[in-house]
């Protein structure tokens, strides 16, 4: 029987020494009244991690407030490259929610690349559908899509985002992505 006893209580005092060393082992771990083990958080409130890519001086990965805009994570990257296409992201939406921002480069970028400062932009997020069928390369039917699209789903975030639209693919995109703009 006194073996018996001495088993029991070792037994119980291993159990304790696991708990004990476990503990130790990963502080994160904690016991609350009710003996359950509760992971707490290290993680920053009101910040987020934000991968920027594309056209801009040091492309990475930043931790941020949410509550910056895209100007200034670009900003925080250097600024954007002489090659960043500025009419392709609307660089006064507020980070919240996104973990990565891609600034695309002008289509067909030289250095020796003349803009032609009277050519007409459609605005995006503006434009009806009339406005969208002035573009070579969109249909009624397909400027009816962008509309419905636009409506359903929100202002578009980059030009890019056209290609989420039923019948836009790569080739059509960069056929009309020249007279498009978000501002």
């Not at 359950?36 to 987020?48: L, P």
């Amino acid at each position: 029987m006194a073996a018996l006893v001495k088993w029991v209580v070792g037994a119980v005092i291993g159990v304790i020494l696991v708990i004990v060393a476990f503990t130790q082992i990963d502080p994160n771990i904690q016991n609350n009244q009710g003996g359950v083990s509760i992971i707490s958080s290290t993680e920053n409130v009101g910040t987020i991690d934000v991968t920027i890519e594309g056209q801009v001086a040091h492309p990475g990965t930043y931790t941020v407030d949410e509550n910056l805009t895209i100007l200034d994570l670009v900003n925080l990257a250097g600024g954007y490259l002489t090659s960043a296409d500025l009419d392709a992201i609307n660089d006064s939406l507020v980070l919240k929610g996104r973990s990565l921002v891609y600034v695309p480069i002008i289509s067909g970028y030289s250095q020796e690349c003349v803009i032609d400062p009277y050519a007409k932009k459609v605005n995006l997020n503006t434009a009806t559908k009339e406005e969208l069928m002035e573009i070579n390369g969109i249909s009624e039917v397909l400027a009816e899509r962008i509309v419905a699209y636009r409506e359903e789903n929100g202002m578009f975030q980059s030009l890019e985002d056209l290609m989420n639209v039923v019948g836009i693919g790569t080739k059509t995109y960069e056929k009309i992505r020249d007279f498009l703009t978000l501002k």
